[in-house]
């Protein structure tokens, strides 16, 4: 074993325990929220993880988009092959250890590689026009200035460095293979890299040889690298995307959730038989919050939403009330929740689980305003790709807005006080609401 293969195996197990200790993190932040029951109905979850994370049914809505994004999608899960092979490699010291296993198999795989390495590196630097050159509207809202528009940046860039990185290195080996150079064997086919062969002519075998180490070492410690960056970034919906389209909500989508006391005290009401003099019932474990103020008292669904996240903006872009000038945008509902979290994260991590900033999502993060201009009309949890759900989000906010504080928009309290009164939103007496009929 050579010094080279000792510094790889050294780098690999850094960029392992790194990624393993930042994805603990975000598991553990998952978990801050509070438990809810997600396993049942498991046939209609494995079918629609299948075809939405997997077979990126709703990406392909936007056929453009979605076609691209597909190319980078299979791109990637394909490339990964390769990568198996450059990781054996490094640890062993070898070179295309699949080579002979697998005979002409392997000339069919990695021609296949080289045509999607071009396809991802085609699509990536079309998406950075998309962002940077084109105005498109969804992509131009307030919450997509500073971070996460150099984040979805940094991403694109290094995607694109990496399949020329791939490319370039295949290029150097496939010349190096023409001159019979030791220790490279015969061995793929190179469709798009061996175009560029000619072009390393004038290169020297111990020239070539430096190439295709350098990309070699650019391309899988680059890899290594994004990996980590994942955890830091929106990308990490690569990983959360499978589990959280699994866990998402099977019932109709107008169907809302119902707080368990809350029931319990509505059914007594109506219970004849129920004693208005009893005394109330202690609840067993902690007193539940009526709705959701701050990250805790979401559901850990929610904030896996949350971290699930891609930006795109399809939700934002789908919304009435974005596209209306209101305050409200769906992404940004989700946005804010993922970086509430992670405050919450980095203060347990500094200061204990029982610290508390004096901060919280609704009122800091979000604003009363951004709630109350949703309709409920669900058009960002179905243009979702991910079937993430910020209405969810947003009606636990409104529920501790209303029952938590006794805060609405006067219109709201208004409606309210005519259902309580009159029995209807209007504001016209039961014994009233037939007179129209002797109108003129």
Not at 61 to 69: A, C, E, F, N, T
Request: proline share 5%; aromatic share 10%; hydrophobic share 45%.
């Amino acid at each position: 074993m050579g010094l080279a293969n000792i510094i790889f195996i050294i780098a690999l197990a850094a960029a392992i325990f790194w990624f393993a200790k930042n994805t603990k993190t975000i598991k553990r932040n998952i978990n801050l929220g509070r438990d809810i029951d997600l396993s049942d109905r498991a046939p209609e979850r494995w079918k629609k993880m299948s075809l939405i994370a997997l077979g990126q049914s709703k990406m392909v809505r936007k056929p453009i988009s979605g076609i691209m994004h597909l190319m980078v999608y299979v791109g990637f899960v394909i490339i990964n092959i390769e990568v198996l092979e450059i990781l054996i490699d490094g640890v062993f010291g070898t070179h295309r250890i699949f080579a002979d296993p697998l005979g002409p198999v392997y000339d069919v795989l990695i021609a296949s590689f080289e045509i999607l390495a071009f396809l991802v590196l085609f699509a990536c630097v079309i998406f950075l026009i998309r962002r940077n050159v084109l105005n498109i509207k969804r992509f131009g809202f307030r919450e997509m200035v500073g971070w996460p528009k150099t984040d979805a940046n940094i991403i694109l860039v290094v995607e694109v460095l990496l399949m020329l990185a791939f490319l370039s290195m295949n290029g150097a080996d496939y010349a190096l293979q023409q001159r019979g150079a030791e220790h490279y064997i015969q061995a793929g086919s190179y469709p798009i890299s061996g175009i560029f062969a000619d072009s390393f002519a004038s290169l020297s075998t111990s020239s070539l040889i430096a190439l295709e180490r350098g990309m070699w070492w650019f391309h899988i410690i680059g890899i290594l690298l994004f990996l980590n960056y994942l955890p830091y970034s929106k990308h990490f919906h690569i990983i959360l995307s499978f589990p959280n389209v699994f866990y998402s909500k099977l019932d109709p989508k107008g169907k809302f959730t119902n707080m368990e006391a809350v029931t319990k005290e509505v059914k007594m009401m109506f219970d004849p038989e129920a004693d208005p003099y009893a005394a109330p019932v202690e609840p067993e474990g902690p007193v539940e919050r009526f709705g959701a103020k701050d990250v805790k008292d979401l559901n850990w669904k929610q904030l896996m939403d949350a971290y699930s996240c891609t930006e795109c903006g399809r939700c934002t872009q789908q919304c009435p009330a974005a596209q209306t000038g209101k305050l409200l945008s769906p992404r940004k509902i989700m946005m804010d929740t993922r970086d509430r979290l992670e405050e919450v994260g980095k203060n347990i991590d500094k200061h204990g689980k029982d610290h508390e900033d004096g901060k919280a999502l609704l009122g800091d993060y979000i604003q009363e305003e951004e709630l109350w201009a949703c309709t409920t009309c669900n058009a960002c949890v179905e243009a979702c790709p991910v079937s993430i759900d910020p209405l969810s989000i947003i009606m636990d906010m409104r529920r501790s807005l209303i029952m938590e504080e006794s805060k609405a928009p006067q219109e709201l309290t208004a409606m309210l006080t005519n259902v309580e009164n009159n029995g209807a939103p209007w504001q016209f007496a039961q014994t009233d609401r037939a007179n129209w009929v002797n109108e003129g």
